[in-house]
């Protein structure tokens, strides 16, 4: 790029934790080449939008989010990445003022970025490859504090992509077949962000419990990186059917790796399981989660669940709800069915092989699940009021009547938040891990706490 041309990059990311991870490594290499990090707010001469395309209402979201940005930064060349890029380039190259469109592999490209500020390629320009091209695994990690984030929380990809075929998931087809980053560069990763001062840990990817390089698997990996200095290392999302005993144990006795996991659950249906190709069925789903809860002191699980899955019936519904009130959960993430076009459930649609679920009924069982998790996270939470915690502070709210709120997650991933009269609230408290008595729950289900000096 040409010095006199402006390199202010601002960047929006939607979706998961592993799309965090990979627009911190994206705004690190354009930081190394010369680009200066922006916000939208203070302007930016390039705003890049990493997509989601996990269900239809995901898409829906991407779509109105780029449209408000192209509204409000009309000066500003606008990259749409990622997932929902990578799946459905066409619908998104009908959108007036995008500039670039570029998938799961050419995102990570830092020259078409360069290019589209230049004017070298035309406007809008599509650089999709073919999910059959995935071969190479791209890091993704938290920017070193020297760009000025907070050093609290980072991200840390350790693996993409996924074998597993569930009928509904078009994960596959935008990330490609599982593949995983040697140990040796992630733990050097990991000490970087450690000395550079975060003080947690949080490992992402597609399927992080199938990370396997050289001989050596999640476990191993966890072994490796419990040995690096920082307070907290994170589990991200995993799958049921890799905790076993050899990391339940290695939790349990371990005083880095956090006592949380989340575990998608999808069904409380061994009918629907089956049907959606899951690789477990609710009596190994019962048993593990009691094994995690047994074993691991304060262990937080939440779980994700679908309803309206195509040929649910109010049995199979029913089944779920029973199944999900049993369990010690302390929080649910509920989706409705999202028919994904290439998947196999998409196939079975088109040929009548199963049938959607009426929309009113779907969005009763939504309902319905929602009001159980909200009912699981307040019992689980109230188990906390009067106790005292560890929490990370990560940031603070503006000031109120004098009063200035500061807020952070304890171990267990419980988000507290403490309320004092301090102008420098964040300055003081902010990247802190600190002693905190918990001393209520809040109808919006919100832990309010103090600082015990």
Not at 387 to 410: A, D, I, N
Request: hydrophobic share 35%; charged share 25%; aromatic share 8%.
């Amino acid at each position: 790029m040409n010095d006199h041309i402006k390199k202010r990059v601002a960047a929006v990311t939607l979706g998961c934790k592993l799309n965090y991870a990979e627009t911190s490594t994206i705004l690190d290499d354009l930081y190394k080449q010369g680009w200066q990090l922006s916000t939208i707010d203070a302007g930016a001469d390039l705003i890049i939008i990493h997509t989601c395309a996990v269900t239809k209402q995901a898409e829906k979201k991407c779509r109105q989010k780029i449209r408000g940005i192209i509204k409000k930064n009309p000066s500003s060349r606008i990259a749409v990445i990622g997932c929902y890029s990578q799946l459905n380039p066409q619908v998104l190259s009908e959108i007036n003022g995008i500039d670039v469109i570029l998938g799961s592999n050419d995102k990570f490209d830092i020259k078409w970025y360069n290019n589209i500020i230049t004017g070298t390629i035309p406007s809008p320009f599509v650089k999709v490859a073919s999910s059959h091209t995935f071969k190479d695994i791209y890091p993704g990690y938290s920017l070193p504090a020297a760009l000025g984030t907070d050093r609290t929380r980072a991200f840390l990809k350790i693996q993409d992509g996924c074998d597993y075929g569930c009928s509904y998931c078009v994960i596959p087809m935008v990330r490609g077949k599982s593949r995983s980053l040697p140990a040796e560069q992630l733990v050097e990763r990991a000490h970087l962000l450690a000395s550079s001062g975060y003080r947690e840990i949080v490992l992402t990817g597609v399927n992080i419990g199938d990370y396997r390089f050289g001989g050596l698997e999640l476990c191993d990996l966890l072994r490796l990186l419990e040995e690096v200095n920082v307070s907290r290392i994170r589990i991200s999302s995993i799958e049921l059917d890799v905790i076993d005993s050899e990391l339940i144990s290695l939790v349990a006795a371990s005083k880095k790796i956090v006592p949380h996991f989340h575990i998608p659950l999808q069904s409380g249906s061994d009918t629907i399981l089956r049907a959606m190709r899951r690789r477990y069925d609710t009596s190994l789903y019962r048993d593990r989660v009691q094994q995690l809860v047994e074993r691991i002191a304060e262990c937080a699980i939440g779980a994700d669940v679908m309803v309206g899955y195509p040929g649910e019936t109010e049995e199979d519904f029913s089944q779920m709800y029973r199944f999900i009130e049993e369990l010690p959960l302390a929080y649910l993430h509920v989706f409705s069915c999202s028919v994904r076009p290439g998947t196999t459930l998409a196939l079975q649609i088109d040929n009548h092989e199963r049938k959607s679920v009426a929309p009113q009924e779907v969005a009763r069982r939504y309902s319905e699940l929602v009001e159980l998790g909200r009912h699981k996270e307040a019992r689980f939470k109230s188990r906390y009021t009067g106790k005292e915690c560890m929490v990370l502070f990560e940031g603070s709210g503006p000031l109120r009547k004098g009063m200035q709120q500061c807020s952070g997650y304890t171990r267990n991933y419980l988000r507290v938040v403490v309320e004092r009269a301090d102008s420098e609230l964040k300055q003081t408290m902010t990247g802190n891990e600190l002693h905190v008595l918990i001393d209520s729950l809040d109808d919006d289900l919100n832990l309010k706490g103090r600082v015990l000096s």
